[in-house]
């Protein structure tokens, strides 16, 4: 293969367009690794869920950032980016094609943007906070910290009101510990996202939206049939796993959790399960759309494997 006028090339997509197909059939002509972007298949023991390709594909076609972290830990957006170029960079030296496929919104920005700063200070909650804080105290507050950043409130004294107000300020407005958006900051810092022009972006989207959704709920009474709640059952059973950490917030295994602490019953986690997946889709597809250097083919198209092989084809000449 001559060298390529990309570094890498990135299939994406909303979920259940066929994109792990997709690229096994680029990998049948063009000697390439594929590099996973997505957030739940970086966890072992959750296979059924993910739809994770098969031991047997994997063995046939190398794959990167799958089944490297323990379902118990946490894996973060800054940790992604940095594995991520670590492993471009292999690919490139081994003189094959890095193939990045998946859709998760959070790793592609960084993959094309890095990651954003810490959120500014915001008077009104700022506020909020102090009054919280005049009713309660601030060890009061310093709990709370603990409860939501552990690892910030184990450097941060009970009546260091500045710290405290900063650390619980950034996890409201992001929605994520400080400890974890410092890890990630820092991260995107030593790597850097890998720059636009190094990565052709390529997405297969819906030309029938009726069409994806009916193929979402196919996928997912497939994956039920094919043992997915006693995956769930199984992960439960380890006993250091709760409904609210990262691996289990993923879709599908959160409803099949909530279903299996009788939470509702089986047809509401069903609807609830396959409405996820259709929100999540349709947020993949909003994105997309505002996404500029975006090439885009009719996922549903008889002819759209032939079309990518053409497109990835013409950079690897």
Known sequence: MSAARVRAICL??????????????LARSIPLEIVSVDSAMVYRGMDIGTAKP?????????????????????????RFLADARAAIDAIEARGRLPLLVGGTLLYLRALRRGLAPLPEADPELRAEIDREAELHGWPALHARLAAV???????????????????LEVYMRAGKPLSVLQREAAAADATGSVP???????????SDRARLAARIERRFDAMVEAGLVGEVESLMARGDLAADMPSMRAVGYRQIWAYLERRYDWPVARQKAIAATRQ?????????????GVETFDAFSPGVAEKLLERVGSECR
Do not use: C, F
């Open 196 to 206: 636009d022009g190094d990565i052709l972006m390529l997405a297969v989207v819906p």
């Open 149 to 167: 950043d552990p690892e910030a409130a184990a450097r941060i004294a009970p009546n260091d009101r500045q710290r405290i107000q900063r650390a």
């Open 54 to 78: 098969s031991p047997e594909v994997r063995a046939a076609v190398p794959h990167h950032l799958i089944d490297i972290v323990d379902a118990a830990d946490t894996y973060s957006a800054g």
């Open 12 to 25: 994406t997509g909303p979920t259940a367009t066929g994109k792990t197909d997709l690229a096994l059939e």
């Open 280 to 292: 999540l889709a349709k947020r993949q597809m909003t994105w997309l759309r505002s996404e500029p």
